[in-house]
């Protein structure tokens, strides 16, 4: 009887291999930057992209922070942007050359470019050489730009909390306090002076058991115990010169920018508070934002699992807290941007309410945020501040812009994240960049020494 012909599993084996090498080597062919280093040049896009520039370390509360190599010089006198320091000498170790990244061509054979996406383009003024902006307008949109704001056909374009995190420019970072200034004001600082809030080496805890109320008529137990950030004025060119620890309203100064000259400064609405949280099961957790045109405030009671949404100190809505780790600390990121008002817990939306637009002004902004407690045991570990780009208009005098015609089936609008110092399509003589010109997504090489 005759053996029937064994069937070989070795060759589809082998295919299988040489398919998906044939297929990685194909996909990497796709990427610039892999091989030949592709590095950032200029300032357009910071501090999300940088070009050559200035690593320093602040002499006073340590952060690492960057400098353009074209608005300062070996021997200058920098300023902080966290805390305000003026005494940062650049030295020649300082120099970093531009960020290395990756350009990604193969991806538009999947995805159609996106608004708020890096793209690598030609240079429409100079079309030999690559530059990078930011993707703001697709086709047939009209695009406008309003108190720093995007409008697109006549409606404000709002970031996810992703998105807005990937653009964010550092206000301040408490891990890094002054440590050889002496006398300067606290920037989280109690309301009252009988708080129960109190500072520690990583932030700030707040202690009330509730027996402290037992004796006490319920309509005579105190309010909430409120934690205030207090902005400093940190632009490296204030006009008037101010001092350093003065509060002041939330403008759109760029440290990275430096010796950059710039008439008045915008004030910003737009800001996120990112920080670590643990409260106790008893605690009731408020966090506040005056936007000038309404004071909003989210209460979190824990032992009732659930938040509550205050405008003007009207209930707005109650919703559901997620079960949270026992003793664990978690990651609460607050804030207003885009005329939007965002709550989120360990990376999960809980709170995405749309809110009024308002006009910002000195009177109304300096205030702008607070922690507040009421009972049980609450620590803030390390708040953070970030604040949105502010877009300005082409000319300085303006703060509303828009382009009277849409784009075509074919055009795009782009913008840089440094708006002082990009060219881009608010300045190209022809605003609307075509597809043919558009080489890829981009993307980073490896993490900053700063993030």
Known sequence: MKSRPRISTTFPLVFAISASIGILVYRFS??????HPV???????????????????CHDCSIPYRCSVERAAVGDETKCPNCGYEKNIVTNNAFTRGERVLIDHFSWHSKEPQR?????????????????????????ERVAIRQGEIYINDKIQR?????????????????????????????????????????SQSGYRYSRAQNDFDDVDQNSIPGIDWLIFRNWNNAPQSIPAVERDQEAPLVDTYGYNQSLPRGS?????????????????SGKISLLANTGHDVLQVDILAAERKLIYLRNDVAIKTKPLPPATKDQPQLLEFG?????????IDGHVLLEEQIEPAEVTSSNSVRMLAIGAQQGEL???????????????PSADQQTWKRTDPLDGNGFFLLGDNPPRSTDSRRWPNPQIKRNLLRGRVLKFAPSSTE
């Open 30 to 35: 796709q990427v610039d930057g892999i091989l």
């Open 116 to 140: 708020w996406e890096p793209i690598a383009l030609q240079d429409p003024e100079a079309p030999e050489r690559w530059i990078v902006k930011r993707l703001i307008g697709l086709p047939h």
């Open 159 to 199: 970031k996810s909390l992703d998105e807005f995190k990937r653009l964010a420019i550092l206000v301040h970072n408490d891990r890094f306090r002054p440590r050889i200034s002496p006398g300067l004001l606290p920037r989280w600082q109690p309301e009252s002076p009988n708080s129960n809030w109190q500072s």
């Open 265 to 281: 400064l915008n004030m910003v609405a737009d800001w996120l508070l990112h920080c670590q949280c643990h409260w106790s099961i």
């Open 39 to 57: 590095h950032i040049s200029g300032d357009s896009m910071a501090t999300a992209f940088v070009g050559d520039h200035f690593l320093l370390h």
């Open 336 to 344: 207003t941007f885009d005329q939007q008002l965002i709550l989120a």
């Open 379 to 393: 620590t803030v570990k390390w708040p953070q501040i970030t604040r949105d780009i502010y877009y300005i208009a």
